[in-house]
């Protein structure tokens, strides 16, 4: 990789920003950059390769952070959202049951086996989509507590399963990795409650006097260590990022750490790892298999249809409709195939198209929620902050 080519992934990774200027457009910023890797990559020009090792390795860079920064966003410190887990446990409890039917019929209608995998996607939410939505149009947390609670539990539980259904050989080597990763997670968790707040602010107050950014340096350092595991065992960058994530959530990430977070994933990694991934993406395989773009619709309208099963605990159906909003785990899906060649021809595509007609009915539905419980929008603050 030379610096000619990290210019021009940083230049065509402004089509993200471009395409979501407008908001009324609600175009993610993410769709731009898969856009732009397509282009670039073996879909469009073909002059980047996804597949060069230096490329590679940032772009994994990129997913470690980007899981990390969804981490932070479940709101675990919330007490309204807390008092509606049981709801919300109940109503992603039901949504994964219907998402199971619905992803074995997708995957019989389909002939594939990939029922598993469709079940985890179809059940999924983001919090790190639909939480800035809500907060962009004024929808507090605690009007929405179910809602919220609901997205952060179906967002862990199926972050955990997406890495054991992409890899059913290695399961016991990917549970075991997975639970090792978790128990020094809630190690990490003990230990910055046991230092306690006083402790934490010396060393914040510290490192910010000293200009030395010893916060960032620590948590790249234990990022790097749990995604070192995470290799090592066979399991997702994914589940390290995500479990450090929901550390800094859980303790109370400084609003420092959390810009310099944002700074470095949404200034460079993060846009980077989308256009890897859109550049790993063969459009042409899509083409050569039509089947795969009505794949692509079904997955989306399947996802909605399956949340809508959280009416039956008292879920608006708007909010419903606003939880199947997933992009994380679709993109992550896709990074696996791409890594574990578990996908077939043009089937990460499809599974990128289902995310994006799931995201246009979330938008769409958080218009509505923002209609009916808005309060007045708080100062704008960082989305990582």
Request: proline residues 5%; charged residues 10%; positive net charge.
């Amino acid at each position: 990789m030379t610096f000619a080519t990290l210019a021009l992934i940083a230049a065509v990774g402004l089509l993200g920003p471009v395409l979501s200027a407008r908001r009324s457009w609600r175009v993610p910023i993410v769709a731009g950059e898969l856009i732009a890797g397509l282009i670039v990559g073996v879909s469009g020009f073909g002059w980047v390769t996804s597949t060069e090792p230096t490329f590679t390795l940032l772009a994994q860079i990129g997913f470690g952070l980007i899981m990390l920064v969804i981490g932070s966003h479940i709101p675990v410190l919330d007490r309204t959202v807390r008092a509606a887990l049981g709801k919300g446990l109940l109503g992603a409890g039901l949504v994964a049951v219907v998402a199971v039917g619905l992803g074995i019929a997708v995957a019989a209608a389909f002939g594939n086996s990939h029922g598993a995998i469709y079940a985890v996607l179809m059940a999924s939410s983001s919090a790190a989509l639909v939480l800035p939505m809500l907060r962009q149009l004024g929808v507090a947390a605690g009007s929405a507590a179910q809602l919220v609670a609901q997205i952060a539990i179906a967002d862990v539980a199926c972050i955990l399963a997406l890495p054991l259904v992409m890899q059913p050989s290695r399961v016991p080597m990917v549970a075991a990795g997975g639970l090792l990763i978790a128990a020094i997670g809630g190690g990490l968790a003990f230990l910055a409650r046991r230092l306690g707040p006083r402790l934490q602010n010396r060393f914040h107050d510290y490192s910010e006097a000293r200009q030395f950014g010893l916060e960032l340096r620590v948590t790249l350092l234990a990022l790097f260590a749990l995604t070192a595991i995470a290799q090592f065992t066979h399991v997702s960058v994914l589940m390290a990022g995500f479990t450090l994530g929901l550390v800094l959530a859980a303790v109370g990430e400084p609003r420092r750490l959390a810009r310099q977070l944002f700074g470095m994933t949404e200034g460079f990694f993060g846009p980077l790892f989308f256009v890897w991934l859109g550049s790993s993406i063969d459009l042409r395989d899509l083409i050569s298999h039509p089947a795969m773009i009505l794949l692509g619709v079904v997955l989306g309208l399947a996802a909605v249809v399956a949340h809508l099963a959280a009416r039956l605990v008292g879920l608006p159906w708007s909010q419903a409709v606003a939880s199947a909003g997933q992009l994380g785990l679709p993109v992550a899906a896709v990074a696996l195939g791409v890594e574990t060649e578990a996908l077939l021809p043009g089937e990460g595509s499809a599974i990128v198209l289902g995310a994006l007609v799931a995201v246009v009915s979330s938008s769409l539905a958080v218009a509505i929620v923002s209609k009916r419980t808005a309060t007045p929008a708080p100062p704008a603050v960082s989305p990582a902050g």
